[in-house]
């Protein structure tokens, strides 16, 4: 093309057109350089294996239901403190008035929920992440396991809040059983009355979770890089419960909030922002933070189970199939 403008012009000299063929050159074989500098390596699209993902549900759900089944009692004098104006000790000093079965109220409500809920966040977790991993394969990893957690997270607690109800007004005492807190909230407050507190659940769960995993994956990370080496289980489980417990007491005013919402009067409509001011007027800033230090005690062992018990579990699972393959090929 370039000498072909000799042809038509005899008045264009050829190192002009030379000097015009170089600079095409360039521009060209530029432009194919830059494309191919530019490219970003993107690995193979990663399959979400469903056995994988029931796996996870199943094992997530299983150290849910089983920490929270150990660690009820907690949670019950946790609720008596948020939900009454009585401090810690007094509560601990009225424990031998509520005996076993006191201690123990509200806990078939609480382990389904705590198992479907969990179950269902592990698996929607995995699934996530492999899901990120394919959309956005140069995302950190940071940041996976945040938007994972924040989906799973949302979605699961969803699940749980009827349970959490029940739960609730049963440890507050409100109810005897079951079933009489089942016909009483509807009748008092219909349909809407098992979905009260679902605002400050979210608030408690989705920073809980997001920050929690978050915290514990960098925590293993640190802990490794300091012993350099692989963690023990015991280890892993350690980093898990600190990580837990921590979050719990960070999270500590929205799971007041929460409790104070849940086992408020029936057919009394209350919103979140009312019983944080009404604390904040009778009871100050320390009245957000009631019950920290069983909140603490209760959480870190279900850290431990839902963050490094699951994992563990997990590897423990993947073991298995590992050995069932080796198996088969040899």
């Known amino acids: 093309m370039i000498w072909s403008l000799t042809s038509k012009h005899k008045s264009v000299s050829k190192p002009f057109c030379a000097c015009l063929l170089v600079f095409w ?7 194919i350089w830059f494309e191919a500098a530019t490219v970003v390596a993107v690995p193979p699209p990663v ?3 469903a056995g994988s993902v029931l796996k996870s549900a199943l094992a997530g759900g299983l150290s849910c239901a089983l920490s929270t089944s150990l660690m009820h ?11 009454s104006t009585l401090t810690f000790p007094q509560i601990i000093s009225k ?33 996530s992440k492999v899901l990120l991993i394919n959309i956005a394969p140069t995302l950190p990893e940071l940041q996976v ?31 005897d059983n079951v079933g009489a807190a089942i016909i009483g909230t509807w009748q008092q407050d219909g349909l809407k009355g098992f979905f009260r507190g679902t605002g400050a ?44 417990g921590l979050t719990a007491v960070l999270t500590t005013p929205f799971d007041v909030i929460k409790t104070r919402m849940m086992t408020a009067p029936q057919g009394r409509s209350v919103t979140s922002s009312m019983v944080a001011l009404s604390i904040l007027h009778h009871e100050g800033p320390v009245g957000l933070f009631k019950g920290a230090i069983p909140r603490f005690f209760w959480i870190a062992p279900l850290g431990a189970m839902n963050f490094a018990g699951y994992e563990l579990a997990r590897k423990a699972m993947d073991k298995d199939d590992t050995e069932q393959l080796a198996q088969k090929s040899g």
């Open 25 to 31: 050159w360039c521009i060209t074989y530029r432009n």
């Open 73 to 83: 009692p907690v949670d019950t004098i946790k609720t008596q403190v948020q939900a």
């Open 95 to 127: 424990l031998p008035e509520l005996g076993a079965r006191g201690l123990y109220r509200g806990s078939i409500p609480a382990i389904v929920g705590q198992f479907s809920s969990h179950g269902l966040r592990t698996g929607i977790f995995e699934a």
């Open 201 to 244: 659940t979210l608030c408690r769960e989705i920073p809980f979770y997001v920050v929690g995993m978050g915290l514990y994956a960098e925590s293993k990370k640190a802990v490794q890089q300091l012993l350099g080496r692989e963690l023990e289980p015991w280890e892993t489980v350690a980093v898990g419960a600190l990580s837990g």
């Open 47 to 49: 399959e979400i294996p």
């Open 145 to 175: 396991q945040s938007v994972a957690s924040f989906c799973s997270t949302f979605l699961g607690t969803a699940v749980r809040i009827p349970c959490e109800v029940l739960k609730q007004r049963l440890q507050a005492g409100l109810f």
